[in-house]
T-cell receptor, first 107, second 114 residues
């Protein structure tokens, strides 16, 4: 089946820094989503982005479907950005999540 | 508008018991999917239902079953619980079948099997 790999697995940054999270997938997909999981387990939708570029405030995402990767950019990090970031792809009526990137923003 | 709701929030069961978890989708959404998330891992797809029919199934044993009701709410049933079934169970809803539709997640049910 399709493989989804996220990098880096862990990232520690100082408040105000910028970061780039990467999601690679091994085959073509129907769609791709980025989520932020807060400490209570809630998955918060960030982007629905099967292709192209989207921006929402300090966050932006780019998916290059032909090259099978997506990037999530976080600018001017805040402590509230801490948590785990997941990408998830849809293929053949199944959604496959990566293992996530754990982001720690230090004050 | 209310988001996806799940009940109960937490649950403790003993090995060998049965459990039923419930999910209500966002109003107007016809698709519900279930996921299992063990500590330190990403969510694993269990089932997807659309218009009361099963549309997708992940690699889970037959002890796991689900159904969707006419009001589009859903139940996940797990029989003969094992210690390894301890996890956060997440429900997601979308307006259509999975292909090409954005999913929205509920807060989850945290199941502990002792």
């Amino acid at each position: 089946g399709i493989q989804v790999e996220q990098s880096p697995p862990d990232l520690i940054l100082q408040e105000g820094a910028n970061s780039t999270l990467r999601c690679n997938f091994s085959d073509s997909v129907n769609n791709l989503q980025w989520f932020h999981q807060n400490p209570w387990g809630q998955l918060i939708n960030l982007f629905y982005i099967p292709s192209g570029t989207k921006q929402n405030g300090r966050l932006s995402a780019t998916t290059v479907a032909t090259e099978r990767y997506s990037l999530l950019y976080i600018s001017s990090s805040q402590t509230t950005d801490s948590g785990v970031y997941f990408c998830a792809v849809n293929r053949d009526d199944k959604i496959i999540f990566g293992k996530g990137t754990r982001l720690h923003i230090l004050p | 508008d209310a988001g996806v709701t799940q009940s109960p929030t937490h649950l403790i069961k003993t090995r060998g018991q049965h459990v039923t978890l419930r999910c209500s989708p966002i109003s107007g959404h016809k698709s519900v999917s279930w996921y299992q998330q063990v500590l330190g891992q990403g969510p694993q797809f269990i089932f997807q239902y659309y218009e009361k029919e099963e549309r997708g199934r992940g690699n889970f044993p037959d002890r796991f079953s689900a159904r969707q009701f006419p009001n589009y709410s859903s139940e996940l049933n797990v029989n003969a619980l094992l210690l390894g079934d301890s996890a956060l169970y997440l429900c997601a809803s979308s307006s259509g079948s999975q292909k090409g539709y954005e999913q929205y997640f509920g807060p989850g049910t945290r199941l502990t099997v002792t």
